[in-house]
């Protein structure tokens, strides 16, 4: 355990939790994310970032100094389905992208309240088929996300499934909102360990972006998905975290699918920790390790 850690962990108790649970207006929530990410957030020294378009869906391309673009690494930004953008989360897909050795390109999804569910689904959809019809194969491309985002990308993998799509290498989510009914016991019982993210304003958050859809629907919940047919999974969350339970139950539903998972519950950690690699030992660690299985999987899955 690093001495970052609790310091980091007693800061967000103290500033960002009571800031998202006052409940400001969603252009004053994306404007403070926005900036505390340019204060907070680096992207590793030479990182190139271009403007795309994937279909209809604005994305950015985050390339590391060294990079093979054979690959690709399709990452969706979390923020709860209304903030964040891929500029917010460009600096951790630059670390990581760095790791691997390979580029990611981030989609700028439609978000609520403006454009509610499924345009975030539709977007993502959209932005792996693109890569698809751009010559990439499936087993050149990785899917990811965090949060919300982890959600998405796991709603993504299920809708890949139904459609009979080429399979991605590998799918990994950081700290997954992947139920929306809001349900899952660790809302209650990890209320006072949760240092980011409050509790009471989750049901508000996937109201805002469902807009009277069924919470249940798999494109929004991917825990209600079939899976059969699926690519591994990576699961990373926190013992602490109120989401913690998304991602236990979200790695049983893939199992009982028959879909290889790799879960990692990690002790006393916040919401998403891979998002402070700048600061916390434990983020870097954590991305070194996924970039080593990522590795593994691209090669094994392009050798056979």
């Given at each position: ?102 580029p990611a ?74 139920d929306l ?121 392009n050798e056979?």
């Amino acid at each position: 355990m690093s001495w970052v850690r609790p310091v980091l962990n007693l800061s967000l108790s103290w500033f960002e939790r009571p800031w998202l649970a006052r409940g400001a207006s969603p252009d004053k929530l994306r404007r403070a994310f926005s900036f505390k990410s340019k204060l907070w957030f680096r992207a590793p020294r030479g990182t190139k970032f271009t403007a795309d378009r994937l279909e209809h869906v604005p994305a950015l391309w985050v390339r590391p100094k060294h990079c093979d673009d054979d690959y690709v690494i399709l990452y969706f930004h979390g923020g709860g389905y209304f903030m964040g953008s891929p500029t917010t989360h460009r600096a951790l897909m630059g670390q990581l992208a760095k790791l691997t050795r390979m580029p990611a390109v981030l989609p700028d999804y439609r978000k609520a309240p403006e454009s509610p569910f499924p345009a975030a689904y539709d977007d993502a959809l959209a932005a792996y088929k693109a890569l698809l019809a751009r010559g990439f194969e499936g087993a050149q491309i990785v899917i990811g996300g965090d949060s919300a985002g982890g959600g998405l990308a796991l709603a993504l993998l299920a809708g890949i499934c139904r459609e009979g799509l080429a399979q991605p290498a590998m799918t990994f989510a950081f700290s997954p909102f992947a139920d929306l009914t809001v349900s899952a016991d660790s809302h209650r019982d990890n209320d006072a360990s949760e240092v980011m993210l409050p509790p009471e304003k989750m049901p508000q958050t996937a109201k805002g972006y469902l807009n009277g859809a069924d919470p249940r629907d798999p494109r929004a919940s991917p825990l209600y998905a079939s899976f059969e047919g699926a690519g591994p999974v990576y699961l990373y969350a926190s013992h602490a975290e109120i989401l913690r339970d998304d991602t236990v139950n979200m790695a049983a539903r893939l199992k009982r699918d028959g879909v290889q998972v790799v879960t990692r519950l990690e002790a006393g950690l916040p919401h998403v920790w891979p998002l402070f690699h700048n600061l916390l030992p434990e983020a870097r660690v954590t991305l070194s390790q996924l970039a080593g299985h990522i590795r593994v999987r691209l090669f094994a899955r392009n050798e056979n």
